[in-house]
C-alpha cells in the first residue's frame, strides 16, 4: 500500500475496509496489461478542477494505471465527444467530472456496451442507469453550512441580530445537479427566517430558476448584483449575500466595491462562498469575502482512484450514502466526504495546517 497517510488518514474506516477486500494494489485490469483511465474535467477556469486533474492522474498512476486526462472547456458537446474518444480508444474506466450531467445517456450507453465502469466525479450524471458510483461531498451539508454562517454572523440564530435583514441569493450553474442541492440545503436554513421576516430579499428572487449562474461564471454573477444593487438598494444596504462558490463571491463584491461598499461606514454584507480557493482566501484575510466552504479535493482523488481499483478489480468499493443520489434512472450509490466551513477565525488552521494551500500561496 502506498504511504498516503496524512490524506489517508482522514478518509473513514468504511474505505479502509474496502481497501482490505481489496487485497493488494495492483497495477493491472483482467487482461494483465496496465489499465488506463479516462478523466474527464469540466474547465481549467478554475484553480481547482485543475487540481482535481493533476491529484486524479496522480493517484492512479500510485495504483500503476495509465491516465488520459481532457478538459471540455465547459462545453457539454466536447465533454461528450471526449469521452466518446476514451471509450474509441480502448480505456478501462471512465472518471467524468460533467459540464452538463444530463448529455451522457447516448455516449454512456456505449461504455455500457464495452464494459467500461464509469464513476461521476464531483457532479452527479443524470438520466442514464450507466454510471456505477458517485464521488463527491455532502452536497446537502456544503448548502447549510453557508447558510448557516449567513444566519449566525447575523445573529439570528443567538437573537443578538437587531433585524430585519436584507439578503440576496445566488445559486450555481443550472445544468449542474449540485446546484439544486446546495440550493435546497441553503433554503432549508434561510426559509424560517425570510418567513418570519427577518430576512428580507428585497428582489423577491427567491426561486432557484430565478437566481442561478450559468456556468458558475464570475462575470455573470457580478452583472446580476450590479441589477441588484442598482434596482433594489439605493435607499438601503445589503446586508447578506448567499454565494455558493468563490468565483462567484469574487464578481459579486467587485460589483459591491463598485457601488462603494467596503468603504468606511458601508461595509461589505456577509458573502459565503465555496472551494477555498486561493483569491476567496486572500479576500477573507482582508475582510471582504466573509466565508467559503472547504473540500479537500485530494481525498476526493484519493477516493475515486480506490473506486476505480476496486471496479477495475470486479469489487465493490467503499460508500457510504446509497439512497441521497437519485439521477432519475437509479439511485446512484455513492461515497461522500465532509465539507468544511472555513472564514477568518480558522482558515490558517484548516487550510494551511494541513497543507492544502502553503503559507506562500496567500502572500
Ligand atoms: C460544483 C462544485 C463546487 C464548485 C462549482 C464550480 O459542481 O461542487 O465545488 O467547484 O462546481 O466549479
Known sequence: MRARTTVAAAISTVLAISLTACGEDSDTGSGGEAASVGIAMPTKTSQRWINDGQNMVDELKGFGYTTTLKYADNDPKNQVAQIQAMIDSGVDALVIASVNGKVFADVLEKAESANIPVIAYDRLILGTPNVDYYATFDNVKVGTLQADFITESLGLVNGSGKG?????????????????????ASMEVLEPYIQ???LIVRSGETELDEITTLRWDGPTAEKRMNKLLDSEYT????????????????????????HGYGAPGKPLPIITGQDAEVPSIKSIMEGDQSQTVYKDTRE????????????????????????????????????????????????EQVLVDSGYLKKSDLK
Open 196 to 198: 418570519n421576516g427577518d
Open 235 to 258: 435607499d438601503q444596504d445589503v446586508d447578506a449575500i448567499l454565494s455558493p462558490y468563490d468565483g462567484m463571491s469574487i464578481g459579486i463584491i467587485k460589483a459591491l466595491k463598485e
Open 300 to 347: 476526493l482523488a484519493l477516493v475515486t482512484a480506490y473506486m476505480v481499483n476496486s471496479m477495475v478489480h470486479n469489487k465493490k468499493p467503499a460508500l457510504n450514502d446509497t439512497r441521497t443520489y437519485d439521477n432519475g434512472k437509479k439511485v446512484v450509490p455513492a461515497y461522500l466526504l465532509e465539507p468544511v466551513s472555513v472564514d477568518k477565525a480558522n482558515y
Open 164 to 184: 430585519p435583514f436584507t439578503v440576496e441569493l445566488f445559486a450555481g450553474s443550472p445544468d449542474d445537479n449540485n446546484t439544486r442541492y446546495f440550493y435546497e
